[in-house]
């Protein structure tokens, strides 16, 4: 508990120094890393290319979300315009499965309306991963396999597949 009191403090750091430090530390963890999952996707849109390669590298490697962090995650979603913390947050509640669900509503609307491809993909990646707990967001799954470019037509197409629909 005191490495993620310590992970949390160095993350928060107002020097680029510490939190890359910080980042290097937990991406280098053979455990799972918890009580961070949201402090490093707000990291992944840093002003700092460093800080956002580790923090992406953090979220690939040692970080594991919780279900505590899903209403944050959500919002993160929701209201961050930056690509990469739209991702991230995604990838992150996607790792959730249904413990997830709540977090629906967010992933369909990231999925209709982010700018970023690779966000929208990874929010129906998300989707599908939640599964019959996402029945409500097939009707934003096909209005986007209708008008999406391939590879995300492909992956909504799949993820209605996966969810199945509902009665």
């Known amino acids: 508990m ?7 403090t160095g993350l928060a750091s107002n020097s680029v120094d510490q ?3 910080t980042l290097r530390k937990i991406s280098h963890q053979e455990d799972a890393v918890t009580g961070v999952t949201v402090q490093c996707v707000q990291l992944a849109g840093d ?6 390669m580790w923090a992406a590298e953090a979220l690939s490697q040692a970080v594991t979300p919780t279900p505590a962090d899903v209403d944050s995650l959500a919002e993160l979603l929701l209201h961050s315009e930056d690509g990469e913390i739209g991702y991230w947050a995604a990838t992150m509640l996607g790792r959730l499965k249904m413990e997830a669900a709540t977090a629906v509503d967010a992933l369909q609307s990231c999925v209709l309306n982010s700018m970023y491809l690779p ?3 990874r929010a129906v990646w998300a989707l599908a991963e939640i599964g ?3 029945a409500n967001a097939i009707e934003s ?3 986007a396999a209708e ?3 391939p590879r995300l037509k492909r992956l909504a197409k799949e993820a ?3 969810i199945g629909k509902a009665a």
């Open 147 to 149: 008008a999406a470019p």
């Open 132 to 134: 019959p707990a996402a």
């Open 141 to 143: 799954l096909e209005k």
């Open 2 to 8: 005191s490495a993620n009191i310590d992970w949390a």
């Open 19 to 21: 939190r890359v430090a």
């Open 119 to 121: 966000a929208r993909e």
């Open 160 to 162: 209605i597949k996966t």
């Open 47 to 52: 002003s700092d290319d460093d800080v956002r």
